[in-house]
């Protein structure tokens, strides 16, 4: 079936370096990605989103970058704090009509970040 | 801020018994969502709903109901609580086509 997944299941950073966190997709169809960070005892929040029409798109301190040609998509963290220690999801839409209706989500990356 | 709201953080229940895991939603959302977190599992779906009295199976509905009465509030039933529901729930809610929100989580034990 289709799937969605991380290459690393944990990554850890000294504070002040970037962060690129990667996942590969397997639905060419799918055509709307999302990255989520949870922290512990949290519930997933929302960082960025890009839609199949872009190849990349910024936020604050956060670049997400989708290559359709491989079905890679990754988020960059620029200049990591401790507060980025998260576990990191990436999820792509599933349903007919596109957008976010149902989302297939990664199992999530371990990001800590050392002081 | 969008707020979803579960009505409780932890859960502990016996075998059998028919649990109800609540979730309200504060930001007039169309579609809402149940989901289970299990270590090295991710994420799955259990049950969506896209509108008042609607609802749809997700991918692992086996044991579990929902009801959504009104726009704001959308539950899921155990019929008959097992050990292998003992998990992290997590709610969702979102407008067609756009972000979902979630809440805290409820983790629930069975014993």
């Known amino acids: 079936g289709e799937s969605v997944g991380l290459h690393l299941p944990t990554l850890s950073v000294q504070e002040g370096d970037n962060s690129i966190i990667n996942c590969a997709y397997s639905?060419?169809?799918?055509?709307?990605f999302i990255w989520y960070k949870q922290e512990s005892g949290k519930g997933p929040q929302f960082i960025i989103d890009i839609r199949s029409n872009m190849d990349k798109r910024q936020g604050q301190r956060v670049t997400v970058l989708l290559n359709k040609t491989v079905k890679h998509l990754s988020l960059q963290i620029a200049a990591t704090q401790p507060g980025d220690s998260a576990v990191y999801f990436c999820?792509?839409?599933?349903?007919?009509?596109?957008?976010?209706?149902?989302?297939?989500f990664g199992k999530g990356m371990k990001l800590t970040v050392n002081p | 801020d969008v707020k979803v709201t579960q009505s409780s953080r932890y859960l502990v229940k016996r075998t059998g018994e028919k649990v109800f895991l609540e979730c309200v939603q504060d930001m007039d959302h169309e579609n809402m969502f149940w989901y289970r977190q299990d270590p090295g599992l991710g994420l799955r779906l259990i049950y969506f709903s896209y509108d008042v009295k609607m609802k749809e199976k997700g991918d692992i509905p086996e044991g579990y109901s929902v009801s959504r009465e009104k726009k704001e509030r959308f539950s899921l039933i155990l019929e008959s609580a097992s050990t292998n529901q003992t998990s992290m729930y997590l709610c969702a809610s979102s407008f067609r086509g756009s972000i979902q929100y979630f809440g805290a989580g409820t983790r629930l034990s069975v014993l």
């Open positions: 639905n060419s169809a799918s055509d709307y």
């Open positions: 999820a792509e839409n599933s349903g007919p009509q596109g957008g976010s209706e149902k989302l297939v």
